[in-house]
C-alpha cells in the first residue's frame, strides 16, 4: 500500500519511422485513473475499483474510496460542463453570431470563474493522499472479473452517495450503472457475503443521529444530513481580488477599455483578447 504510485502521460504522439511521445509528465496513478478512465468498476465498498477492465486498484480505506469516487463524480460533470460550454462559445465565434449587449459580454468572464474554480478544485483532487495497491490482472482475473446479470433489480437506496446520478441494474457486468463509465459492486469477490451488510452503532457529528450504518449508508447520510455545514459557492472565499502574478517576461500590464479589466498579457494576449470583442 502506498500514495505514490505514478503514471505517465504524454501530450501527444508524434509518429516518424517510429512512435514517440511528446511532453510526458508523470501524474498520480489514481487520481489520473478516476478521471481519465473509459470504465470504472467497484465492488460493495467500494474499496475495489478497476479502470478500463485491467488495472486494479485496492484501497485500504474503504470510506476514503467512496469520497473519491463521489468527488470523481462531480469534477467529470463539471469538466465536461466547462468543455461544453467552451465548444458551444467557439462555434458560435465562427459563425459571427456573437451579439454586443451586456449580457453576451459577461458570459465569457462568468465562464473563466468556472474554469479557475474547477482547475483549483482538480489541482487540490490530484494532491489527495489515499494509500491502496496498484497491479495489472492477469487473464483469468479478467475472465471472472464480474458477478454478472442478477435477479434482483432494486437499486440500493442511497441518497447523496452519488450526487444526483440515477442507478440502474447494468445488463452483462451486474452491480448498478451509476454513469456511463462507473458501475458499481459490479466485482467478484472472495469475501464474506454478509460483510457488506454489516452494521454498526454511529453517531452523526451534525445531527447526532445514533442508529447501526454500513459504511456506504453513513456516508450517504453525511452528504444528505440537514444540519451539516454546505460549501460555500466556488469563489465566494475571493471577496478581494487577487494581485496579478507576472509568469513571463513577455507580459505588460493592459487595461481593456471595453470590459474595464486589468490583465498582465503578452502582445499575442492582447490580440487574442481584444477579438472577443469583436
Known amino acids: 500500500m502506498s500514495s505514490k504510485h505514478q503514471l505517465l502521460a504524454f501530450v501527444s504522439l508524434l509518429e516518424t519511422s517510429k512512435p514517440y511521445l511528446v511532453n510526458c509528465v508523470r ?3 489514481l487520481q489520473s485513473l478516476l478521471l481519465f478512465s473509459r470504465s470504472l468498476d467497484t465492488n460493495g465498498d467500494c474499496s475495489r475499483l478497476v479502470a478500463d477492465g485491467w488495472l486494479e486498484l485496492q484501497l485500504a480505506d474503504g470510506e476514503s474510496a467512496v469520497r473519491l469516487l463521489a468527488a470523481t463524480l462531480r469534477l ?13 462559445q467557439a462555434r458560435r465565434r465562427r459563425r459571427q453570431r456573437l451579439d454586443d449587449n451586456e449580457e453576451e459580454e ?10 479557475v474554480a474547477l482547475s483549483k478544485e482538480l489541482l487540490q483532487f490530484m494532491a489527495s493522499k489515499v ?5 495489472r490482472l492477469t487473464g ?6 464480474y458477478v454478472g446479470p442478477q435477479t434482483i433489480t432494486a437499486a440500493p437506496s442511497l ?46 457529528p451534525h445531527c447526532e443521529l445514533h ?16 444540519q451539516a455545514p454546505r460549501d460555500a459557492p466556488p469563489g465566494a472565499e475571493e471577496a478581494a481580488p487577487e494581485p496579478l502574478r507576472k509568469v513571463s517576461d513577455l507580459q505588460r500590464p ?12 503578452t502582445p499575442t494576449d492582447v490580440l487574442r483578447h481584444q477579438r472577443q470583442h469583436v
Open 106 to 115: 459577461a458570459a465569457p468572464g462568468q465562464r473563466e470563474e468556472v474554469v
Open 211 to 226: 442508529v447501526p450504518l454500513t459504511p456506504l449508508e453513513r456516508i450517504a447520510h453525511e452528504n444528505t444530513c440537514p
Open 76 to 88: 467529470r460533470a463539471q469538466w465536461e460542463s466547462a468543455m461544453d460550454g467552451q465548444l458551444a
Open 27 to 29: 501524474v498520480p496513478a
Open 254 to 265: 493592459y487595461h481593456c477599455k471595453a470590459c474595464q479589466k486589468d490583465f498582465l498579457f
Open 159 to 204: 441518497p447523496g452517495l452519488f450526487g444526483s446520478s440515477a442507478t440502474s441494474p447494468h445488463p452483462t457486468k451486474g452491480g448498478y450503472a451509476v454513469t456511463d463509465f462507473l458501475t458499481y459492486n459490479c466485482l467478484t469477490s472472495n469475501a464474506d457475503l454478509y460483510s457488506d451488510c454489516l452494521r454498526t452503532f454511529w453517531t452523526c
Open 140 to 145: 483469468l482475473e479478467v475472465q471472472n472479473l
Open 131 to 135: 494509500s491502496y495497491s496498484l497491479r
